[in-house]
């Protein structure tokens, strides 16, 4: 069998698309970052991280947290989402945790990555859209099952100590990669952070880099 | 006499552009702002800061020193800079005190505000394109001195305490104001943080918000 084409291979791997569900910024890429990718006839690897261990190693604080550029920038989102038509609202309960809906959308992805995409979306819309509180795990557990999904069995999961350490090992795995924020989107081993490089990813995809 | 009119009166106000001499964004942001501004018939105050002491109230790190997002940022600056036909060099000595710059832009600034315009960009080509140590007082009296300034004059206001506390209070004003990083542009009351708002402003000037 011939090698295949190196090239070819390369363009057709996923873009990495890493996000933490409690980052206006992963939110918003999150309504644009499958569009971009398929218009170049590629796929996205849905990729949720946990932005509390990631900041510890970095000695970040929570964007929102800091004084002076904290204010600014909860202005800033929502600014950038009305210019962009982006539907937000930013939830009432803020920051939040994240883990429930972060190991859920790990355990789906193993049966059925595309189940547990329209899963994560279903969040962040819950999350940023209808400001309802995806910290508990009633309201993980309750998107999953009207999705068609079964309650008792991933309620089961999330606690089970494979589904933690698969989480805990992607973050790992985003870290070693150098993932320090959200949203982080890697193109061919190019990485770009933030919703305002979506653009430069757009033009990364059409001319193969700069 | 008559009231002058409210709106027009606004919007002949300057925009307000703070920067620090050693910030990458900062750098591009003063490529670019005066030509934005004057498209819509707009000035712009050229206000150099010093993050240092603005980071020391907010907690941050110099963006480039944070574990991996430092290593990101210095790729991606280059890498917005080439996309945007910005000649850039990153100096080979980074992080450097930009004191003696901004006392000496304050200080022309009080004699001829254009002629101290005209020395913040010498002094920012200098050292982004040109990768010369305007940390060294020799070369802001050197750069100063090409621009038809005396340079002994020049030096004496540097030490002097009048040019120092005027920047401090430059500095002390800025942060009042909400200005946490660079580039930080002000127009009409509105924020925006970073090179990549650029397009913002534009809009905003262009439409009065949204």
Avoid: C
Avoid at 184 to 193: A, M, N, Q, S, T
């Amino acid at each position: 069998m011939p090698l295949p084409d190196k090239i070819a291979q390369m363009s057709a791997e996923p873009l990495d698309f890493y996000f933490d569900y409690s980052s206006p910024a992963g939110y918003v890429a999150s309504t644009r970052i499958d569009a971009i990718a398929a218009a170049y006839g590629r796929g996205v690897t849905w990729r949720p991280v946990l932005l509390g261990p990631i900041f510890k190693v970095t000695g970040s604080a929570p964007l929102l947290s800091v004084p002076l550029k904290g204010k600014y920038a909860k202005h800033d989102f929502m600014r950038t989402a009305r210019l962009n038509g982006v539907e937000m609202r930013f939830p009432s309960s803020f920051p939040f945790s994240s883990v429930a809906a972060a190991r859920a959308h790990y355990w789906l992805s193993d049966h059925d990555p595309r189940a547990a995409v329209r899963f994560t979306q279903a969040i962040l819309h819950a999350v940023w859209v209808e400001d309802r509180d995806i910290a508990a795990i009633s309201t993980v557990l309750a998107i999953a099952g009207s999705l068609g999904h079964d309650e008792a069995e991933l309620e089961a999961a999330l606690s089970s100590q494979p589904v933690k350490d698969r989480l805990k090992s992607e973050v790992d795995e985003a870290m070693a990669r150098g993932v320090f924020g959200s949203p982080y989107v890697i193109v061919d081993g190019e990485p770009f952070w933030g919703a305002d490089r979506l653009d430069q990813v757009e033009k990364w995809l059409k001319t193969g880099g700069w």
